[in-house]
């Protein structure tokens, strides 16, 4: 119960924290905005092979990758993911926008966040990292990453929401969870734009080392 409550806490942060965002998207449906609409499609087929992999490998990856060390290893290898964004990153000389993004990269991003099922491997890390090298400019990844979350979140939720009820504890730690979620989307956006992305390497690689020796 506790987990599903925690997929709505997050759901409901990035909806506050990404709100003007939202609206310009609900504009899109109504034809109101154009901008807001080519985001939407984005959202969409970015959320495609995300959900073929999820219903397709879901339990796979959950039985044969969630063995502490596999985990641990998967910790280091989204840290190189992170490292090797930075490092190689295109968005400084390519610039693309939610204007210009084609449907490929969308495609792209979109595998690479069904990817992020496997345990250990950091969602908004491995999508961001791959937007980077495709060349969206570090606004629009961190925007897109976070706005492709939301169908993703809102179907694991939907999936775990069996004999769901709410207690105080879990009302409790639902609001924790959001309120940190805003605060984690302020922090993880400068660094971000502040060509700083690579710092989360550092620490995937400590604790994942961490794991494989102790775990």
Do not use: C
């Not at 073929?52 to 039985?63: M, N, Q, S, Y």
């Not at 969630?66 to 490292?83: D, E, N, R, Y």
């Amino acid at each position: 119960e506790f987990d599903v409550f925690l997929h709505f806490a997050t759901l409901i942060a990035v909806l506050i924290f990404f709100r003007n965002d939202i609206l310009e998207i609900l504009k899109g449906v109504l034809g109101k905005s154009e901008s807001g609409l080519k985001i939407l499609i984005g959202i969409i087929v970015g959320s495609v092979p995300t959900a073929v992999i999820a219903l397709l490998f879901k339990d796979f990856f959950e039985e044969k990758f969630s063995q502490p060390k596999t985990v641990a290893a998967m910790l280091i290898v989204t840290g190189f993911i992170l490292w090797f964004s930075s490092k190689f990153s295109k968005s400084d000389t390519v610039d693309k926008n939610y204007s210009n993004t084609k449907i490929t990269d969308f495609l792209l991003v979109g595998l690479f966040q069904g990817i992020a099922i496997m345990p250990g491997i950091s969602r908004a890390g491995i999508t961001i990292s791959v937007a980077l090298l495709l060349g969206f400019n570090r606004t629009w990844a961190f925007k897109y990453s976070m706005l492709l979350s939301i169908p993703a979140i809102l179907g694991a939720g939907l999936l775990e929401l069996k004999n769901f009820s709410v207690n105080t504890n879990i009302l409790a730690g639902g609001i924790i969870a959001m309120l940190s979620g805003i605060l984690a989307l302020y922090i993880l956006s400068k660094i971000v734009s502040g060509k700083k992305f690579h710092i989360f390497s550092y620490y995937l690689w400590t604790v994942g080392i961490i794991g494989l020796l102790f775990l």
